[in-house]
């Protein structure tokens, strides 16, 4: 007898544009103490699968149409509000994905831990807060004394989580459903909680429903897999069958589409062999002074974001930059492209002197380095087609005739894979990878020898992601256009990165080529990066 | 914090030296004065109340003399109600201002927030339109339309409820203060309502549905005290227009308050009462912001401390 | 995965969410009867404005006067057709004068950035600590019951609000990844300015001005109340409204009828803010 037996649940969202089946006949069975992992992509229904099983969905518009969730004996899509209630956070846990926006910003850390201990284990004050910090110890969290006053602001985004956890497991629940725990954090924190997670689960005996877009993960950490899309199981079956024995095309497009390997052969371009130095960074340093986060502080700090870093580029060559949050590496984008100034240090593309360039000197250079930006949703101005938006990239090299610029247009939308209709819509009519194409395209338009990229693929899906970067790659080859790539994830930077440079706390830590430093990296902090990234997923090496 | 408030004490202090320079110079510019208006008095007598009063120096000197005064808190005497000094009439009419305006807030909050916590819970159903209309009626109708309403209604068709005075017969205090606290009653409950909505919305809202909480204390513990941040911020203002206010309604109501006795001083021309009492608003608008924006930060905690330990 | 929809524009998908707010809705349509009428006044008002019969005195409404008569036999209709003309008037100038310094001091502030943002909106909190209705009355009595004074006065404070909520827009908007791009493209600010930043915070202006009409038309009729704004012979709904309230309990419908055209006007208002607040608020575009 399975722990939750979920059996043909549909769940519908009546919404005016028309009914969205978003989960639609899934089933699955969770066992005492295993782990159940359910991958899929954004709009696949996971996690509306899970907050139907506690009543999380706003209804309207959300309707469960049929199915039953048996746990206990009892039906948890069946049972009145207040019954549900007492399962919720007392025998069910649920962790979120978002760290920084799951906790309550207005109450301490150990009033909302106290809190499903004295509701449903109906404890003392004492008896809770006793508890609570026994639950922040074993999350990892030291002096929990303290902690318990403090209020969220005040921790990191993996202590959030860490605190998530505790207040998840404090009253010892049957099973714990985890939704994206780690996908806001950085990946050596990443490690670190799905190591914690995985150690509780074990030594608390506690069924889990782990929710990722990430394959990897979750074949790392569940026993049995869902796969699902549209709202469907597509595939199930054990981790090792899934990951090595895929059935479904969607599973193994999903697959594929992980960036795991090098580089394709032969996508390199010939000349950046020869090292010329296409652009110089030297010594460049950038601070800000940070705007205090109190009202009643009157001083003012300085924050440096890069710190000494010095970086070479040549002619064609794909530059990939990799850190965690706070590593600078996007402000070092910033500043090659002249968003952000330099406070020391100079960046030189060929003869000119960039960090020099000021007024209509700057402006008119501009063109010659671009940037595409990380979120597609935010980098097109929503009141401008596409036609307006590339006819105004295009023109910034002089005006042209209509049907010159017709053609010019077209033969952009060509080169990222868009169609001619597309050109009289607004952006908040295409999707997330559709929308990349379009700011990809605004980019080429203005025929840029440097494309900066600022994490450019990380708010895709990832069947998506693989799409913009063969694109990327193919556009490097055909314009021979240098590029420095951003990203926080190693799979990405390995497949299309030349040479890496690994950013820590806005200093250089290595750079090297790209292989050089998966297989043999020297620093130690690229050794931790590229060992957290091996334990928390089940990538090549698990055979 | 102490560093805060004084910061925003010595902010206040330009905009206090304005409103007196500009206050003063506008009066003093304008036509006519104190003593024109009263049939011709003999021209010595006018030299002799002239000379008295220091008309007759030169302008900037009578700014200097008036800021020396005033920093010594003396806002000199009255012209138009001999004997009395202008401090005197505005400690008489204080205490009446400051209980209505404590009155009226208290409708207000109590009202407001209440019907825009309830408005919130059920958006775009009848507990959510009947009070939003009602609040809609409350912007829409200015106290000096609702008060003669309410008094052609309650007091003089129903006879409730007396309809004029302040403490002279039982009851002579309910009309005023629901009239002038009406209208602030309707602006914090759509604030009330628009703030409670953004939280519910929160993840963390969520997080303690997850929990187990009950609706009821997801309300009170979890929503409200973020939900209030908007009313908060709204009470700076709110102080100051209920004192703005308290001019119609003083009116109406005939009630011997602030707003009256500077209704009355403006359209006397009584140099002193109108400088001195002008000040003393600009004084308690600056304070009551000061005081609302202490409130806020102190209720938020990410403004109360600047510390965020890391880890 | 394309969750495209097939809508031709922003501003045709907020037409179309408002004209589905029925309350919206009548409120443009009462608004468009106010303001049509008023403009209309001089050839349809039932009596000429300075009409009295003094012997009729006060009447209540009737075939012959649709609304009753004042105590001077003025038949209630025509003033309040002739007052709708000031009311509006002063509403509609007084928010265009706002909104002009309002709109091109937020966006230059929010713009601009750095220093010159810190003394301008340094200028504006200071401004905002005045006590202005105080300021209004003093300058009423002192200089006299002038219109001109009037705008310039309600003009005054209301642009503050108008002036931060734009810059607040701005500043938003500024960060935008799109501005960003427009700036690494080497754009000219000027254009960054009118085809980026304005078009985007188009619609805050039009909720805002919406919004700020009613509350002019406020303050204009609370200063005719307190016998502060405009004066005799000329005529509007506050200047009405005192009338109204002196005599109210003998002649309740000189009180009723004119408060009543001012409460339905700043009802339309409102709630056609609210529609379009609604209609164009950038998260309910992407539901």
């Keep these: 007898m399975s722990l939750l037996h979920v059996e043909d649940l549909r769940v519908h969202f009546h919404t005016r544009n028309g009914i969205v089946k978003a989960v639609d006949g899934v089933s699955f069975d969770l066992e005492k103490g295993k782990t159940l992992g359910i991958v899929g992509e954004s709009g696949s229904g996971k996690s509306v699968t899970c907050y139907s099983l506690l009543g999380l969905l706003p209804t309207p518009p959300a309707r469960i149409e049929s199915g039953s969730a048996l746990f206990d004996g009892v039906d948890l899509l069946k049972v009145p509000e207040a019954t549900l209630r007492t399962y919720r956070g007392n025998r069910i846990a649920i962790i979120f994905q978002d760290p920084m926006t799951s906790l309550n910003p207005f109450m301490t850390i150990g009033a909302q831990l106290i809190e499903p201990l004295r509701i449903h284990m109906g404890m003392s004050r004492r008896a809770a807060t006793d508890r609570a910090m026994a639950a922040l110890r074993e999350v990892g969290i030291t002096e929990p004394q303290r902690r318990m006053c403090c209020y969220p602001h005040e921790f990191s985004g993996g202590m959030r989580q860490r605190v998530m956890i505790a207040m998840g497991l404090a009253t010892e629940p049957d099973i714990l459903i985890a939704d994206e725990p780690t996908t806001a954090l950085d990946v050596t924190i990443e490690a670190q909680i799905l190591e914690l997670i995985r150690k509780l689960q074990e030594s608390h005996g506690i069924a889990m429903i782990y929710i990722s877009h990430d394959l990897g993960i979750v074949a790392g950490i569940a026993d049995h897999v869902l796969v699902m899309q549209n709202g469907v199981v597509v595939e199930r079956g054990a981790k090792a069958e899934i990951f090595h024995r895929p059935q479904h095309p969607y599973t193994r497009k999903l697959i594929d589409s992980i960036p795991r390997s090098a580089k394709p052969a032969g996508s390199t371009l010939a000349e950046t062999q020869g090292g010329s130095d296409f652009l110089r960074i030297e010594e460049v340093r950038i601070s800000y002074p940070v705007a205090s986060e109190s009202l009643f502080d009157l001083h003012q700090r300085e924050y440096t974001a890069v710190d000494g870093v010095s970086l070479q580029l040549a002619k064609g060559e794909i530059l990939g930059l990799v850190g965690e949050s706070g590593s600078g590496k996007s402000t070092l984008a910033r500043a090659i492209v002249r968003l952000v100034d330099l406070k020391a240090g100079r960046i030189r593309m060929e003869e000119i002197l960039l960090s020099e360039l000021s007024g209509q000197q700057l402006n008119d250079t501009r063109p010659e380095f671009q940037m595409i930006f990380q979120d597609p949703y935010a980098s097109l101005n929503p009141r401008m087609t596409v036609q307006d938006c590339l006819a105004e990239a295009l023109e910034r090299r002089g005006r042209k005739d209509r049907k010159e610029l017709q053609a010019e247009i077209l033969a952009l939308l060509a080169d990222v894979e868009l169609l001619p209709e597309h050109l009289r819509k607004y952006p908040h009519e295409f999707s997330g990878g559709q929308r990349q194409r379009i700011a990809i395209a605004r980019a080429l338009a203005l025929k840029p020898k440097l494309m900066v990229a600022d994490e450019p693929v990380s708010a895709l899906d990832v069947t998506v992601q693989a799409q913009i970067l063969k694109l990327l790659l193919e556009l490097n080859r055909k314009y021979r256009m240098s590029m420095i790539f951003i990203s926080h994830d190693l799979g990405v930077i390995r497949y299309i990165a030349d040479r890496t440079a690994v950013l820590y706390q806005g200093k250089l830590v290595e750079c090297g080529p790209t292989e050089r430093i998966f297989n043999h990296p020297e620093h130690p902090y690229t050794q931790k990066l590229l060992s957290a990234v091996r334990t928390s997923r089940l990538l090549e090496g698990a055979e | ?311 | 995965m394309d969750n495209a929809r097939s809508s031709p524009s922003l501003w045709k998908d907020a037409w179309r969410r408002l004209s589905r707010n029925r309350l919206a809705m009548l409120g443009l349509c009462v608004l468009t009867v106010m303001v049509s009428l008023a403009l209309l006044t001089p050839w349809i008002a039932p009596y000429s404005y300075s009409a009295q019969d003094l012997d009729l005195g006060a009447t209540p409404p009737s075939g012959a006067h649709w609304l009753g008569t004042d105590a001077f036999g003025r038949d209630l209709l025509t003033l309040i057709l002739y007052g709708s003309r000031v009311s509006l008037a002063v509403g509609f100038l007084a928010t265009a004068v706002a909104l002009t310094i309002g709109v091109l001091w937020g966006t230059v502030s929010g713009y601009a950035g750095g220093r010159t943002d810190a003394v301008m909106m340094r200028t504006v909190d200071i401004l905002y600590a005045l006590p202005f209705t105080i300021f209004i009355i003093l300058l009423m009595v002192i200089f006299g019951r002038n219109m001109f004074l009037l705008f310039m006065a309600i003009g005054a404070v209301e642009w503050l609000t108008m002036a931060r909520i734009v810059r607040g827009q701005v500043l938003g908007i500024r960060r935008q990844e799109y501005i960003e791009a427009a700036i690494v493209m080497g754009l000219p600010r000027s254009r960054i300015m009118y085809r980026h930043v304005l078009p985007n915070v188009l619609g805050v202006i039009i909720i805002y001005t919406t919004l700020t009409i009613p509350n002019v038309i406020l303050l204009e009729s609370f200063l005719s109340f307190l016998g502060l704004g405009i004066q005799p012979p000329q005529s509007s709904w506050g200047l009405l409204i005192s009338y109204g309230v002196e005599t109210m309990e003998e002649y309740p419908w000189l009180l009723f009828f004119p408060a009543a055209t001012l409460s339905l006007t700043l009802f339309s208002l409102n709630f056609l803010g609210d529609g379009l607040r609604d209609a164009l608020d950038p998260r309910a575009a992407t539901d």
């Design chain 2, 1 to 311: 914090m102490p560093a805060f408030i004084l910061k925003r004490l010595l902010q206040a202090l330009p905009v206090l030296l304005i409103v007196i320079t500009a206050s003063f110079f506008m009066v003093r510019l304008a036509p006519g004065d104190p003593f024109s208006q009263e049939r011709a008095l003999p021209v010595e007598v006018m030299k002799g109340l002239r000379t008295y009063y220091k008309l007759d120096q030169p302008l900037v000197t009578q700014y200097i003399e008036y800021l020396k005064n005033i920093a010594q808190g003396d806002f000199g005497p009255s012209f138009k109600y001999s004997g009395r000094t202008v401090t005197e009439i505005i400690g008489a009419g204080l205490p009446v201002t400051f209980e209505l305006g404590a009155y009226a807030l208290l409708i207000a909050l109590l009202v407001g927030i209440s019907s825009g916590v309830i408005a919130s819970l059920r958006p775009n159903t009848w507990q959510d339109y009947v009070p939003m209309s009602l609040a809609m009626i409350g912007i829409c109708l200015p106290s000096y339309v609702l008060g003669p309403l309410l008094v052609l209604i309650v007091g003089i068709w129903l006879e409730w409820l007396p309809v004029s005075g302040w403490g002279y017969i039982p009851g002579d205090k309910i009309l005023p203060s629901v009239t002038m606290g009406f209208v602030y009653a309707a602006y914090i409950s759509r604030l009330a309502r628009g703030g409670m909505l953004e939280i519910l919305s929160q993840d963390f809202i969520r997080t303690a549905r997850a929990k187990g909480v009950s609706e009821s204390m997801i309300v009170l513990r979890h929503a409200l005290r973020g939900g209030m941040q908007p009313v908060i911020s709204f009470m700076g203002p709110a102080l100051a227009g209920l004192l703005g206010g308290s001019f119609v309604v003083e009116t109406i109501f005939q009630i011997p308050g602030l707003g009256r006795y500077y209704v009355q001083a403006a359209f006397n021309r009584d140099y002193t009462l109108i400088l001195g009492m002008t000040i003393f608003f600009a004084v308690l608008i600056v304070v009551f912001n000061l005081l609302a924006d202490i409130v806020a930060a102190w209720m938020n905690p990410r403004l109360r401390s600047g510390k965020s330990a890391g880890g």
